[in-house]
Every structure is written in structure tokens, then in C-alpha cells.
């Protein structure tokens, strides 16, 4: 069975074709945050814009690249949120078009958990698992049961760590995205030469990003003079620290011994090394997704549509967009 996925939550439009929810034959994506950098973060108008002008291409490149023809996709699934309001809009009315024209059914996907998804969908995977969902605007941990069942056990207060990474790096003048430049540069500083307090939330699963981004600012004022390479390490080390205290205590609560990480985040090789070798210590074990699958794509929204469609949940033509889209708030879940 084929599904096409199409994301256009923030600033990448990405169309995918997915066999059987875990075979990708194309993961289009054109992204549109090379306009974006000189503002130092996603101006939502450019973006829907960008969606507008672009998704017809994206589609007919995942087409090609996949080798197959509109006639044999059997199943659309689109992002419904979180997203930008006007950027989920285009993806959502375009589903709806190919579904009217093709007369293939559709069924909105949430964003988060289909970042879960990006990593497992290759596997066979084992419920239940703990899950980390660490990306530019969300910091979630979540008891996985099931595809579609997730009970959220913690959440940021204020920033998200992909956000913090943005607005320290805009802080530092090191363009947008944060995270891979900092990351980068992290390389060359020493980590013994500044130290980072971290907001002490007590022995509850929330995270708080935010006054680690001002002691940033107000480190640079007091020092500026300062190494950047230097702030750079000893802020990618406090951020990166704060997840991994949480999410070990989260399974050590659960008493879970798989973790899974999605989002643009799990890109940090830091967090990865870490992580996994602390895990490793506790006899956990942790999955971060393939490179291609970290950032926001269509393949994990193709891929978690069709097991949704597999349980028989389908979307109908009232579908809109839920900028702020959650999931697993509810104990039952
Ligand atoms: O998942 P994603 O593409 O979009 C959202 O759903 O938000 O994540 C983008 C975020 C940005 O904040 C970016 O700075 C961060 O992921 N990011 C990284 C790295 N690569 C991307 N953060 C830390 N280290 C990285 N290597
Ligand atoms: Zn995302």
C-alpha cells in the first residue's frame, strides 16, 4: 500500500511516498530557510508562501524519485499540527485537492508524534518505550504505548531546546539555525571554561530553557570578551545535560529501558554520544532517528498516516489546521 505524506508545519514543504509505513521511496523536501536567516528565526508569511509556490514541484519530484504514478497512491496523510497556522493551511487544503481529484482517502497526522515515529519506523518496534520529542517548538516527554497512544509525562515551561539553540546562536551572531552552527562550533571550545547554572525544577519531568538562554545573555554583557567557541560548548552542555536528566528519570520511573528520540535536535551528536552511553549504564537502550529523518519531513508523516488508517481512523473533509495540536494530555491515553 502507498501513502503520500505532505508536511508543510514550518519552513520545509516535504512530500514523501511510503510502502507499508516503513519503506521510503522518495523523501522530497525544499526548505525555505534560506530566507528566513537574516530575520534569526521563521517569519510565518514567507513560509506559507514558500508551501504555495513550491508543493506542486515537491509533489511531482516524490513522484518521479519514487517511481510511481498518482494513480497507484492508495492512502494521502497530511500534517493537521502543531504547526504555523497559514503554512499547515496549504499542506491540508492540498491533500484535500489530490484526495477530491484521485478520490484516495486522507487523514491528518500530529506532527509530534510522527517525529516518534521518523525513529522507529524502520524497526519492529517494542511497546511501550519512553519517547523524546526535542525540536525548534516542542521539548516532550511521553509514555509510548502505541502508535497513537502516548501520555505525556513532561514539557517545556517556556522555551523549547531547539528554540533555546536558535536565540542563543542569534545571541552569539551565528545566523539561524542555531543548532548545527553551535553545535560546530561547540567543537572548538573547552567546556571546563564556563559553567552554566541550570533551572532546577525539582523531581518532576518539565523542562525550562529559558534562563539558561538569559545567563547567556548576561554572561556575553559581563565578558564580552569572551570565547564564543567556549559559550557555545558550555551551552550545548547545560541544554544537553537538562534532557538527559529527565528523560534517565523518566525511565527509571517507567521502569522502561527504551528511550526514543525524534526531532531536530536528535541531530546533536552531543546529545546522541551522551545519552546513549549513560543509558548504557543503566542497561537502557537508546534509538535516535536517520540523519534524513531528524528534521522535519513527509516519510514519518506518510509513515505514521498508514498505521493510522490501519487501525481505521481516516480523516474527512471538515479537516483544518490545529496550530496548537497536542497530544497525550489525557491519563487514559
Ligand atoms: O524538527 P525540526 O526540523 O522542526 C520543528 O519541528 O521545530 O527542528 C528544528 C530545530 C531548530 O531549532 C534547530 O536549531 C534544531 O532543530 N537543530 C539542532 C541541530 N540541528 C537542528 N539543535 C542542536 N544540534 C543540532 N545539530
Ligand atoms: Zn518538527
Redesign the pocket.
Known amino acids: 500500500m502507498l501513502t503520500l505524506g505532505i508536511e508543510t508545519?514550518?519552513d520545509?514543504t516535504a512530500v514523501s511516498v511510503v510502502r507499508d509505513g516503513r519503506e521510503i521511496l522518495s523523501n522530497a523536501v525544499s526548505s525555505s530557510v534560506h530566507l528566513h536567516r537574516e530575520f534569526g528565526g521563521i517569519v510565518p508569511e514567507i513560509a506559507s508562501r514558500c508551501h504555495v509556490e513550491f508543493i506542486g514541484y515537491v509533489l511531482k519530484k516524490a513522484l518521479r524519485e519514487a517511481a510511481v504514478k498518482d494513480t497507484d497512491i492508495d492512502l494521502i496523510a497530511v500534517t493537521q499540527g502543531p504547526g504555523l497556522v497559514g503554512a499547515l493551511l496549504v499542506g491540508i487544503s492540498f491533500a484535500k485537492a489530490l484526495s477530491l481529484a484521485w478520490d484516495v482517502p486522507f487523514v491528518g497526522v500530529n506532527?509530534i508524534q510522527a517525529?516518534i515515529y521518523a525513529t522507529i519506523m524502520g524497526l519492529t518496534p517494542k511497546f511501550p518505550f519512553i519517547g523524546l520529542v526535542v525540536?525548534?517548538?516542542?521539548t516532550n516527554i511521553f509514555l509510548v504505548r502505541d502508535f497513537d497512544r502516548l501520555r505525556l509525562l513532561g514539557h517545556t515551561r517556556d522555551d523549547?531546546v531547539?528554540?533555546a539553540?536558535?536565540k542563543v546562536a542569534k545571541m552569539l551572531k551565528l545566523g539561524y539555525?542555531?543548532?548545527?552552527v553551535?553545535?560546530k562550533l561547540a567543537r572548538k571550545g573547552n567546556v571546563k571554561n564556563i559553567t552554566f547554572s541550570r533551572a532546577n525544577l525539582g523531581n518532576n519531568l518539565d523542562f525550562s530553557f529559558s534562563g539558561l538562554k538569559t545567563a547567556v545573555l548576561y554572561y556575553m554583557k559581563k565578558n564580552p570578551k569572551a570565547k564564543v567557541a567556549d559559550v557555545a560548548v558550555s551551552f550545548q552542555e547545560t541544554a544537553v545535560d537538562m534532557l538527559i536528566e529527565k528523560v534517565l528519570l523518566a525511565s527509571g520511573n517507567n521502569r522502561l529501558k527504551r528511550i526514543v528520540v525524534g526531532?531536530?535536535?536528535s541531530?546533536?551528536e552531543r546529545l546522541k554520544d551522551k545519552l546513549k552511553k549513560e543509558a548504557a549504564q543503566r542497561g537502557i537502550k537508546v534509538f535516535f532517528p536517520a540523519a534524513a529523518l531528524?528534521?522535519?519531513n513527509a516519510a514519518m508523516i506518510a509513515g505514521l498516516g498508514y498505521r493510522l488508517s490501519k487501525k481505521g481512523i481516516n480523516s474527512d473533509l471538515t479537516l483544518t489546521a490545529v496550530p496548537n495540536l497536542t497530544v497525550g494530555r489525557k491519563d487514559d491515553q
Do not use: M, Q, T, Y
Open positions: 508545519s514550518c520545509e506532527h517525529h525540536s525548534g517548538g516542542h523549547a531547539g528554540e539553540f536558535d539555525p542555531g543548532g548545527p553551535i553545535e526531532g531536530g535536535v541531530r546533536n531528524c528534521l522535519d
